[in-house]
């Protein structure tokens, strides 16, 4: 008979710190959580003292014991809900344009090279490690236009262990002639794209941790007639769906321009059957108030990406009024928009985001924390899988030690379990990130220095 202890293959024991609810961390000191032989959570006991220890094992072998020292806590994996794979080539470059003539300038010329199925190999090896070792366990990728190189960001990304949706992009129409598709290869290759990510899962031993995202770049870059199928395609294999929505106001003067026919923006989504409770909308900066009632009737997601929306001059999106309306939200970086795939750098540009709308109504740290883990999760889909430490939920998380070497993060005296995490929060870094876990397992990332 197969005793408890027999599937457990690991152990954490010390501080674990999660959101229960978007205003409410908790702080689980002298916590021992137990990982199954599936990679999910079996238990969690708290406050086990070390006279306790033994006994609270339940016979788990000590070798499976992690012991957390005294500035060590266990936190989940960073969600990034939106994320250009190609655009790291250029990460931190070109934030002296806006939106539109950014995209003209810098993105599609840098896109393009993606025809080279070698260089996009090289280039996602560095995009997907650098942001697993920015602690981000799960991401909404996008890709390109390109198939080949598509398929090889999903062996990247398999190789090195994250848990992603990954988009082929779609445009059709407004994009210049060296990143451009007809209606009919752009349909062609997302079905055998969508096709080839579900043959690799067929072959792998584990839950699979790649899910194909449908991915119209935005309504601009594509013909209705290329909207239409790609919602087909959405139902047919009941896929997730990513965009951008609201970002720039010459954006959305030029999407009405095209989609007369609709009401507003948002509804061009929604009229072309891309908007529902596996749509997660990037940015949504500028939203009338029936955008949002919209966007809160499909049960659609909204991914927050402070960072970029200032790099780019596009606005500032009003998170207060979405989590008021229930909405879900989560954190994106926006690479490249954003100068930085670190979704604690999306924590604190949310922070300072929502000062800047309304002082006496801004984000709060609770608020920040969830939306950086369930926030996201929930945006996702994934909030039965992961986003926090509830029994039965798959263990994505980070060890992260306030007072490693080289930490930007100074502990003093007087400081408290709470006190160290804020200032991890606000100042800390990958270089405080020591392991990296997703579904129970150690995440290896190429280039990382070895760490205790």
Same mark, same amino acid.
């Given at each position: 008979?197969?005793?408890? %202890?027999?599937?457990?293959?690991?152990?954490?024991?010390?501080?674990?710190?999660?959101?229960?609810?978007?205003?409410e961390?908790?702080?689980?000191?002298q916590?021992?959580? @137990?990982?199954?032989?599936?990679?999910?959570?079996?238990?969690?006991?708290?406050?086990?003292?070390?006279?306790?220890?033994?006994?609270?094992?339940?016979?788990?072998?000590?070798?499976?014991?992690?012991?957390?020292t005294?500035d060590? @806590?266990?936190? *989940?994996?960073?969600?990034?809900?939106?994320?250009?794979?190609?655009?790291?080539?250029?990460?931190?470059? /070109?934030?002296?344009? *806006?939106?539109?003539?950014?995209?003209?300038?810098?993105?599609?010329?840098?896109?393009?090279?993606?025809?080279? =199925?070698?260089?996009?190999?090289?280039?996602?090896?560095?995009?997907?490690?650098?942001?697993?070792?920015? /602690?981000?366990?799960? &991401?909404?990728?996008?890709?390109?236009?390109?198939?080949?190189?598509?398929?090889?960001?999903?062996?990247?990304?398999?190789?090195?262990?994250?848990?992603?949706?990954?988009?082929k992009?779609?445009?059709?129409?407004?994009?210049?002639?060296?990143?451009?598709?007809?209606?009919?290869?752009?349909?062609?290759?997302?079905?055998?794209?969508i096709?080839?990510?579900?043959?690799?899962?067929?072959?792998?031993?584990?839950?699979?941790?790649?899910?194909?995202?449908?991915?119209?770049?935005?309504?601009?870059?594509?013909?209705?007639?290329?909207?239409?199928?790609?919602?087909?395609?959405?139902?047919?294999?009941?896929?997730p769906?990513?965009?951008?929505?609201?970002?720039?106001?010459?954006?959305?003067?030029?999407?009405?321009?095209?989609?007369?026919?609709s009401?507003?923006?948002?509804?061009?989504?929604?009229?072309?059957?891309?908007?529902?409770d596996?749509?997660?909308?990037?940015?949504?900066?500028?939203? =009338?108030?029936?955008?949002?009632?919209?966007?809160?009737?499909?049960? %659609?997601?909204?991914?927050?990406?402070?960072?970029?929306?200032?790099?780019? =001059?596009?606005?500032? %999106?009003?998170?207060?009024?979405?989590?008021n309306?229930?909405?879900?939200?989560?954190? /994106?970086?926006?690479?490249?928009?954003?100068?930085?795939?670190?979704?604690?750098?999306?924590?604190?540009?949310?922070?300072?985001?929502?000062?800047?709308?309304?002082?006496?109504?801004?984000?709060?740290?609770?608020?920040?924390f969830?939306?950086?883990?369930?926030?996201?999760?929930?945006?996702?889909?994934?909030?039965?899988?992961i986003?926090?430490?509830e029994?039965?939920?798959?263990?994505? &998380?980070?060890?992260?030690?306030?007072?490693?070497?080289?930490?930007?993060?100074?502990i003093?005296?007087?400081?408290?379990?709470?006190?160290?995490?804020?200032?991890y929060?606000?100042?800390?870094?990958?270089?405080?990130?020591?392991?990296i876990?997703?579904?129970?397992?150690?995440?290896?990332?190429?280039?990382?220095?070895?760490?205790?």
């Amino acid at each position: 008979m197969q005793t408890f %202890a027999s599937t457990i293959s690991k152990v954490f024991y010390g501080t674990l710190i999660h959101s229960v609810s978007i205003k409410e961390i908790e702080y689980i000191l002298q916590g021992l959580l @137990f990982i199954d032989n599936q990679g999910k959570i079996a238990k969690i006991v708290k406050n086990v003292s070390q006279d306790q220890l033994d006994a609270a094992l339940e016979g788990v072998d000590s070798d499976k014991l992690v012991r957390l020292t005294g500035d060590q @806590f266990v936190i *989940p994996g960073f969600v990034d809900t939106h994320i250009h794979a190609p655009q790291y080539a250029f990460c931190g470059n /070109g934030h002296d344009l *806006p939106l539109l003539e950014w995209l003209d300038t810098y993105t599609f010329p840098a896109e393009s090279r993606f025809a080279d =199925k070698d260089y996009a190999r090289r280039l996602y090896n560095k995009s997907v490690a650098r942001s697993l070792r920015n /602690g981000t366990t799960s &991401a909404c990728w996008y890709a390109t236009i390109h198939l080949e190189a598509c398929k090889e960001l999903v062996q990247v990304i398999q190789e090195q262990g994250q848990r992603a949706y990954v988009g082929k992009v779609n445009m059709n129409q407004n994009s210049p002639d060296f990143l451009i598709e007809t209606t009919e290869s752009s349909v062609r290759d997302t079905r055998a794209f969508i096709e080839y990510v579900k043959d690799v899962n067929s072959k792998i031993d584990h839950k699979p941790l790649v899910t194909p995202i449908i991915t119209p770049r935005f309504a601009i870059s594509c013909t209705s007639d290329l909207l239409t199928e790609l919602g087909k395609l959405a139902e047919e294999y009941q896929l997730p769906i990513q965009s951008h929505l609201c970002e720039n106001m010459n954006e959305i003067g030029f999407t009405m321009s095209l989609f007369p026919e609709s009401v507003n923006y948002t509804a061009v989504y929604a009229d072309h059957g891309l908007l529902n409770d596996r749509t997660v909308m990037a940015h949504c900066v500028h939203m =009338k108030d029936e955008e949002l009632d919209l966007v809160k009737e499909k049960e %659609a997601g909204i991914s927050h990406c402070a960072n970029s929306n200032f790099n780019l =001059k596009s606005g500032i %999106a009003n998170v207060r009024k979405m989590l008021n309306k229930e909405i879900k939200v989560g954190l /994106g970086t926006d690479v490249a928009g954003g100068y930085t795939p670190s979704i604690l750098e999306a924590l604190r540009a949310s922070r300072t985001a929502s000062v800047a709308l309304d002082m006496e109504s801004s984000l709060v740290v609770a608020e920040l924390f969830y939306l950086a883990t369930v926030g996201g999760a929930r945006v996702m889909g994934l909030e039965d899988t992961i986003g926090n430490f509830e029994v039965g939920k798959e263990f994505d &998380a980070i060890v992260v030690n306030a007072s490693s070497d080289n930490s930007p993060v100074d502990i003093h005296d007087h400081d408290t379990v709470e006190t160290s995490f804020e200032k991890y929060l606000f100042v800390g870094d990958d270089r405080n990130h020591e392991k990296i876990f997703v579904q129970g397992k150690e995440v290896r990332i190429p280039g990382a220095a070895s760490r205790k």
